[in-house]
């Protein structure tokens, strides 16, 4: 198992000095696996973790109605937690470019309705201030912002922020597509633009996840109710330029789905690199044997060239996450299975190589520990990687994270070779729709608000 770092509240003071000493005995880079638990939270809410510079983890926290971040730092024996003072603020993913770490979600409005965000604040600040202030703005026509990506105008210092989310209540939601761009150099440059997919009666795209690739911003989006999946691809230097719309069906083959627009089975999109992605999704396929499928192709092509299937005993398996190590070119997959008749919770992750043509073994690595729940994981620098979650302690819940290199076989985790498969069918390809896009942009009005929070001391466990 990872190693996990625990921060409790209230924790006695004599107690938080002997998990101080425990810290910084060593770093956490010396460790091959690590498990910590932090301040106490719930576990009702979106999950994120994200490296900062090599040497921090930045992590999406919730503490009774309030949503903030919280920072670990390497060789550190306190974790700092910031919430927003407003608890009309619900994040949803972030991201960091430079110095400024980006956020997105929705915020409740005077009139109880919803409107999506997008926001930002310092990281400077975050560490060395105790409160400071962030900044947020309101993207009219969105409902909820679920996943962004920022960087830079190639070329330039204006920072592009592409996020995706959704419209409209219960089963009338249908996705939406925004981008964001301001110079920081010059205020008055500062607008965003939103984009929807067709909508008709009886079917909806859904926006699902996005990630940057070399040269192009790449989306993930289902139609629901069908078995099919549509990756489109938009220019870096202009993501409004729908370049290429590709949806995906396999014969025979369905994906897991409920009876309502948001699904409760995700699909996941990773860049590999050399403008190449990994996708995955929940299947059935031959006579109900349950399957992630994990679909390799090159964004501007309407070509999958590699699929794998990694099984499952249960049928509520929910691919939580998908992430890719350049360094080892390893693709991690993070999974929970509800183990139906017992309310226990399995997860894996799967360690998967997205060149090998199946049939291969691969390694899983297995979890099954009573109280730990990973809900996000991210590859991380030197060769490891981190995951974050919720760890139930009696009656409590509290933020759980997990470090490990990859390749370590510890004594802390259970490994098992499991066997991955392909698919017989032939993926079939064919052109999507276009989006319809806002006919003007608009001006991004930024209002700030203050963050502030805490120090606690850590807990460590399965320490290696």
């Known amino acids: 198992m990872k190693k996990v770092i625990i921060i409790k509240k209230g924790m006695p003071f004599f107690a938080a000095i002997l998990f101080a000493c425990i810290l910084q005995a060593q770093s956490w880079q010396n460790f091959k696996s690590l498990t910590a638990y932090g301040m106490q939270t719930t576990n009702d809410y979106v999950q994120k973790i994200r490296p900062f510079k090599e040497d921090m983890l930045v992590t999406i926290i919730k503490q009774n109605n309030n949503y903030g971040f919280s920072l670990w730092i390497d060789d550190s024996n306190l974790v700092r937690n910031k919430f927003f003072a407003s608890q009309n603020i619900i994040v949803s993913d972030m991201c960091i470019l430079g110095d400024t770490l980006y956020f997105c979600g ?26 400071f202030q962030y900044e947020t703005a309101d993207i009219n026509n969105t409902e909820h912002l679920t996943h962004l990506v920022a960087y830079n105008k190639p070329g330039s210092d204006v920072v592009y922020i592409v996020t995706i989310g959704n419209y409209g209540l219960s089963n009338n939601q249908t996705g939406r597509y925004v981008f964001a761009y301001y110079d920081p150099y010059n205020s008055s440059t500062t607008s965003y633009t939103y984009s929807c997919p067709f909508i008709s009666s009886n079917k909806k795209e859904i926006f699902e996840d996005i990630c940057l690739t070399d040269n192009h911003v790449a989306t993930i989006s289902r139609i629901y109710p069908d078995s099919e999946f549509i990756i489109r691809t938009f220019e870096l230097a202009s993501p409004t330029n729908n370049q290429y719309k590709n949806s995906f069906s396999f014969p025979n083959t369905l994906y ?15 860049h590999l690199g050399n403008d190449k992605v990994a996708v995955c999704v929940s299947v059935s396929y031959q006579s109900n044997y349950y399957y992630t499928m994990v679909n390799k192709l090159g964004v501007t092509s309407n070509n999958i060239s590699l699929t794998q299937l990694v099984p499952y005993d249960e049928k509520i398996n929910k691919p939580l996450e998908l992430d890719y190590l350049a360094e080892t070119n390893q693709l991690l997959l993070l999974n929970s299975c509800y183990l139906q008749g017992t309310g226990r919770i399995t997860q894996t992750i799967t360690v998967l190589n997205p060149d090998t043509i199946p049939p291969y073994n691969a390694t899983m690595e297995f979890f099954d520990s009573t109280g730990y729940e990973f809900k996000h994981l991210s590859v991380i620098p030197n060769k490891r990687y981190a995951a974050i979650g919720t760890y139930f302690d009696q009656s409590d819940y509290y933020q759980l994270i997990g470090t490990k290199y990859f390749n370590y076989n510890g004594s802390c985790m ?47 466990n399965c320490v290696q």
């Open 106 to 131: 929705k915020r409740l409005t005077t009139q109880s309705n919803y409107v999506g965000i997008i926001g930002r604040l310092s990281m400077q600040d975050f560490i060395n201030n105790p409160a």
């Open 256 to 270: 897991f789905n409920t009876s309502f627009v948001i699904s409760e089975f995700p699909l996941h999109i990773t």
């Open 414 to 460: 259970v490994f098992h070779a499991v066997s991955i498969g392909t698919i017989n069918n032939t993926p079939q390809a064919t052109s999507a729709g276009n989006l319809t896009s806002s006919p003007n942009p608009t001006t991004i009005n930024w209002t700030t608000g203050n963050i502030g929070g805490n120090s606690l001391g850590i807990t460590t």
